[in-house]
């Protein structure tokens, strides 16, 4: 079994930044890559961003490019997505999930993962 924990999320203005934390216990080995998803009131659970486990190939929404990046640090088995120039726009709960598959790239169905931890608020006021 494997478990994921997220952290680091809290209250902002627009413009502000934050660090979000993903820690993996368990059967980590398991996970190749990770996949940062995020679900406002009223919306579906939508992709933010993803990285494997190398941390060489990774992958962004649209909306989030230029703003969050996402990294790992495999030997603490956590991964991060720093998030910069937030926006009201971006207020949701924010989830880190861990997919098994071995694939070149993470990917962005929800449909897709295995894992999920139990999310952290990210609110950011205009």
């Known amino acids: 079994q494997v478990q994921l924990v997220e952290s680091g999320g809290g209250l902002v203005q627009a413009g502000g930044s934050l660090r979000l934390s993903c820690a993996a216990s368990?059967?980590?080995?398991?996970?190749?890559?990770i996949g940062w998803f995020r679900q406002a009131p009223g919306k579906e659970r939508e992709f933010v961003a993803g990285?494997?486990?190398?941390?060489?190939?990774?992958n962004y929404a649209d909306s989030v490019k230029g703003r969050l990046t996402i990294s790992r640090d495999n030997a603490k088995n956590t991964v991060y997505l720093q998030m910069n120039s937030l926006r009201p726009e971006d207020t949701a709960v924010y989830y880190c999930?861990?997919?098994?598959?071995?694939?070149?790239?993470?990917?962005?169905?929800?449909?897709?993962?295995?894992?999920w931890g139990q999310g952290t608020q990210v609110t950011v006021s205009s």
């Open positions: 368990g059967r980590t080995f398991t996970i190749y890559s």
């Open positions: 999930a861990g997919d098994r598959s071995r694939l070149i790239s993470s990917r962005s169905s929800i449909y897709d993962y295995d894992y």
């Open positions: 990285i494997t486990y190398s941390g060489l190939a990774t």
